[in-house]
């Protein structure tokens, strides 16, 4: 036996005894709110950009106590939408409507890995809700940003800051933090829209709140006066590289300029497919991002939205990220592989793409297929958090810039 091998033996014994005596001190010292340290600080995940498996492992003990962790995970359109219908027929026939006792009729989105906590990601929150003719959501404001994307073909409306956005498909409507908005349906079919938010952030951050006391909110619905015509912002700013220069570009009581709240669909799906011929992005395809037309920076700060095309059989390549990405699906039909998993997804399926897992994306339809995505990537590289790497068929790893 070497004096080495000896001496690691004789000091076993002293090491354990240590963290005992440690350890009985800690009942004491919790009564102070104090922990002595008796384990080596373990983080959820490893070394992500050297862990050729991918795979994010959870710590254990006290340092990871309450650790989470996002996991992969679809929702069928199949499988969610019934329950839609379903409160939809229930609020049909209610004395009471159900947006009175529960603020809105929509069903959440819990990731499974995240212990039924109201998020599919670390940072995002996602309702999907359900809106009767008639029904109206009284006017608020709060501190998380928010938005909604249109899945229903039309119908609906969204009341930013006095001005109506009329929806339809694939619209991307903002409600920027601090923005009084108040949302209905005045047409005769219900209407389903996706609501995306960074609640999670702010609850974590112990910044979410709500106002619902807008001075001047008119009749028993609560609603705003609509002051500005349908589609003005679009009109300021919907054209990319002008910029009207007679207004304040800041709305609300947010902090930062947040001057287009419609996003139309039809103009998101027309640039897509103007620009299919394109090489695009191996990793993405052919990608557009939602951007503010005054900063040129994602919507908001703390969350990116983008679009991005997938032509008949094509794959992309590897890529990870930092950043945790939920996509839905708006056109055609396809598969994303991650962390294992292989998704089948067709209109309308939403599924979430958890940080730090290789994923890719297969167009398996005959027709162009088309996927919405909202990330936190905008809030990592804004803490300069936001690392990503991609992976070539020969196995290459690249570092990616975005
Ligand atoms: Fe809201």
New binding site residues.
């Given amino acids: 036996m070497t004096a080495a091998a000896t001496a690691t033996k004789a000091q076993a014994p002293l090491s354990n005894k240590a963290r005992e005596m440690m350890e009985a001190i800690n009942t004491d010292a919790a009564k102070h709110h104090v922990w002595i340290r008796t384990q080596a600080n373990a983080p959820a995940q490893r070394p992500w950009f050297s862990d050729t498996s991918g795979e994010g492992q959870l710590a254990s003990g006290r340092v990871a106590a309450n650790q989470m962790k996002t996991l992969p995970y679809l929702w069928r359109w199949s499988e969610f939408s019934p329950y839609l219908h379903r409160i939809s027929e229930i609020a049909r026939k209610a004395e009471v409507s159900p947006i009175e006792f529960g603020d809105r009729q929509s069903i959440l989105l819990l990731n499974p890995g995240l212990n039924g906590r109201l998020q599919v990601t670390n940072t995002i929150r996602c309702a999907i809700s359900v809106y009767n003719p008639g029904d109206v ?1 009284p006017v ?3 501190s ?1 940003n ?1 938005s909604r994307t249109i899945l229903s073909d039309k119908g609906g409306y969204t009341v930013v800051e006095g001005e109506r956005c009329t929806a339809a498909r694939g619209d991307l409507i903002l ?1 920027p933090n601090g923005t009084w ?1 108040d ?1 209905g349906n005045d047409s005769s079919e219900p209407v389903i829209w996706i ?1 995306m ?1 960074d609640w999670p952030l702010m609850e974590f951050l112990d910044a979410a709140w ?1 106002d619902h006391d807008m001075p001047g909110a008119q009749g028993n619905a609560r609603v705003q006066a609509v002051t500005k015509s349908d589609g003005r912002s679009h009109r300021l700013y919907g054209r990319g590289g002008i910029k009207p220069a007679f207004v304040d570009h800041q709305i609300g009581v947010g902090r930062g300029p947040a001057p287009l709240i419609h996003y139309r669909g039809a103009d998101v799906l027309e640039t897509l497919h103007s620009l299919r011929k394109e090489q695009g992005d191996p990793h993405e395809g052919i990608k557009v991002d939602f951007v503010n037309p005054v900063t040129g920076e994602p919507v908001f700060k703390t969350l990116n939205y983008s679009a991005q095309l997938l032509r008949p059989g094509e794959e992309t390549e590897l890529k990870r990220e930092t950043a945790g990405t939920f996509y839905v699906a708006i056109e055609g039909s396809g598969a994303t592989e991650v962390g294992g998993n292989r998704f089948e997804w067709s209109q309308n399926d939403i599924f979430v793409v958890p940080n730090f897992l290789w994923r890719r994306h297969i167009n398996t339809g005959k027709t162009d297929a088309v996927l919405y995505s909202v990330s936190d990537a905008a809030l990592m590289s804004n803490i300069g958090q936001y690392y990503a790497q991609g992976r070539a068929k020969n196995g290459t790893i690249t570092e990616l810039a975005n």
């Fill in positions: 959501a608020h404001l709060h998380p928010a409600t908005h949302h609501d938010l709500v």
